[in-house]
């Protein structure tokens, strides 16, 4: 059964940081590239940030680029999303999911594998 569990989220004020991590079980984790994905409220899911199999490869997009740092930790099947400076507009559940070898191209590999995801909170 596979599984992912997400957590670190919580409220954070406006510049504040936090550390996300994303625990996988049921799969050969260092076989698939990674992604961490938002969806604030009303809005559809967005992939953000990922990063390859060995975690040479990392991407991300412009509304976070400069800010996030995505890693990943294989004897851990462990992923993170290390956030700085966080701003009001990152308020939103975030959750990880397994993408293909092109780290450009988010597409969920498995679309009914999500863990329950944590929230992010950015007070201004």
């Known amino acids: 059964q596979v599984q992912l569990v997400e957590s670190g989220g919580g409220l954070v004020q406006a510049g504040g940081s936090l550390r996300l991590s994303c625990t996988v079980s049921?799969?050969?984790?260092?076989?698939?590239?990674m992604a961490w994905f938002r969806q604030a409220a009303g809005k559809e899911r967005e992939g953000i940030s990922s990063?390859?199999?060995?975690?040479?490869?990392?991407y991300y997009t412009d509304s976070v680029k400069g800010r996030f740092t995505i890693s990943r930790d294989n004897a851990k099947n462990t992923l993170y999303l290390q956030m700085n400076n966080l701003k009001p507009e990152d308020t939103a559940m975030y959750y990880c999911?397994?993408?293909?070898?092109?780290?450009?191209?988010?597409?969920?590999?498995?679309?009914?594998?999500w863990g329950q995801g944590t929230q992010v909170t950015v007070s201004s």
């Open positions: 990063i390859s199999w060995s975690g040479t490869s990392t």
């Open positions: 049921g799969l050969d984790f260092d076989d698939y590239g």
């Open positions: 999911s397994f993408i293909g070898r092109d780290v450009r191209d988010m597409t969920p590999l498995f679309p009914r594998y």
